[in-house]
């Protein structure tokens, strides 16, 4: 049922092609140019009137909305907002007829997401569902939705149902972009190409780095704690990979906003941290290089996710990793995959039951 790996967590690394491409399969259509979503034309005119997206999750779905905001924000021009469920929920938000809640949940039973829903519906909201689980309970209360396509996802570390939520969003945005005639023909068509060629750009860091980042794992598996930074789309994915490290390897980690270090989380480096740089090619590319040499300046490790051909940000790193280049828009889906491979295998070095780490459910049905 492994499929001939040691650990779920890491078969469903590995699936991520297939499960990015089954996520993109029937919605992309690269002849005719188009993106086909029935949940998203089925609220078309609710879209249309909103004056502003409600994204709505906990954990690493809270992740895949983040990226969304700054995805659909800058393809859509329109003002999102994401939530953590378990705030929204408490603190009395102001709800009306034109928001549109997107609800992204790979269960579809987190408590939290589930009656924050069930409120603002009651309030008149329009709720999408993104989720994995068919049938579920989001699934079921949703006005409209999508599914992920993942599969059934065993290991408590979310991993392929995270780049399926992210290639769902981008989706997302590309059709309400289209909807509100805020994006170029041109834009479009380079960002559809560049999204159907994800699937095999996964593939490509899975039968190229695993070696390079199993040294990387077994060099850095004695750290106690771990910085994670990131700009812009890929500040999302810093967040992500600080949160699959604590969770499979009980290292203490925290994940920033590059630029947000020297307020504060400076302060902690020295020799014995690592410091795990996001940093692809983008268009603050030269900033997130001078927050690495303020890392390396005060001794800090540094280990960096490079894309190919980058010779700047390859020699100032103590270590990297390699990924394909792509728009920036579209590089969450290819970081992070290095990051679920760092942590599968840190986790591995220091014996921590990956698939079940300690405390923690598969899915949170309590509050
Ligand atoms: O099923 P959901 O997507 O609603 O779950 C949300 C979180 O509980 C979940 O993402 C959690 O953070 C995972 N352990 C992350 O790996």
């Known amino acids: 049922e492994k499929g001939g790996f040691d650990h779920f967590m890491l078969k469903e690394i590995f699936e991520q092609p297939k499960t990015i491409f089954d996520s993109l399969r029937g919605r992309l259509d690269l002849d005719k140019s188009s993106v086909t979503l029935s949940g998203i034309e089925a609220i078309e005119d609710?879209?249309?009137?909103?004056?502003?997206?409600?994204?709505?999750?906990?954990?690493?779905?809270?992740?895949?909305?983040?990226?969304?905001?700054?995805?659909?924000?800058?393809?859509?021009?329109?003002?999102?907002?994401?939530?953590?469920?378990?705030?929204?929920?408490?603190?009395?938000?102001?709800?009306?007829?034109?928001?549109?809640?997107?609800?992204?949940?790979?269960?579809?039973?987190?408590?939290?997401?589930?009656?924050?829903l069930e409120n603002a519906k009651e309030q008149g909201a329009t709720i999408f569902g993104l989720v994995n689980v068919v049938g579920s309970s989001i699934a079921r209360i949703s006005h409209a939705g999508a599914y992920t396509h993942a599969g059934p996802e065993i290991g408590v570390a979310s991993t392929k149902a995270y780049t399926a939520q992210l290639a769902v969003l981008q989706l997302i945005a590309l059709k309400i972009a289209k909807i509100k005639g805020t994006i170029s023909d041109e834009r479009f068509n380079t960002l559809l190409l560049d999204l159907a060629e994800v699937p095999e750009k996964v593939d490509f860091i899975l039968n190229n780095q695993v070696e390079n980042i199993q040294r990387i794992a077994s060099k850095y598996s004695g750290a106690q704690d771990a910085l994670f930074l990131g700009r812009g789309f890929n500040f999302p994915t810093a967040l992500e990979g600080a949160l699959k490290l604590k969770e499979i390897s009980y290292i203490h980690a925290e994940g920033y906003p590059a630029a947000e270090m020297k307020h504060g989380p400076i302060a902690l480096v020295d020799e014995n941290l690592p410091v795990i740089f996001v940093a692809t090619k983008d268009s603050y590319h030269d900033k997130i290089i001078s927050n690495m040499q303020e890392i390396k300046a005060r001794k800090g490790k540094v280990i960096a996710i490079v894309s190919e051909g980058d010779e700047i940000a390859s020699s100032l790193a103590d270590d990297f990793i390699v990924v394909p280049n792509c728009n920036e828009v579209i590089a969450p889906l290819l970081a992070v995959i290095p990051l679920q491979l760092l942590s599968y295998y840190i986790g591995i070095e220091r014996g921590v039951d990956v698939d079940k780490p300690r405390n923690l459910a598969k899915s949170v049905t309590v509050e």
């Open 46 to 116: 609710k879209i249309k009137q909103a004056r502003r997206i409600i994204i709505v999750a906990c954990g690493t779905s809270w992740h895949a909305g983040l990226m969304a905001e700054y995805v659909i924000e800058e393809l859509c021009r329109i003002n999102v907002e994401v939530e953590y469920a378990s705030e929204f929920r408490y603190r009395n938000p102001i709800i009306t007829k034109e928001d549109v809640i997107i609800a992204i949940s790979q269960s579809g039973e987190t408590a939290d997401t589930l009656v924050a």
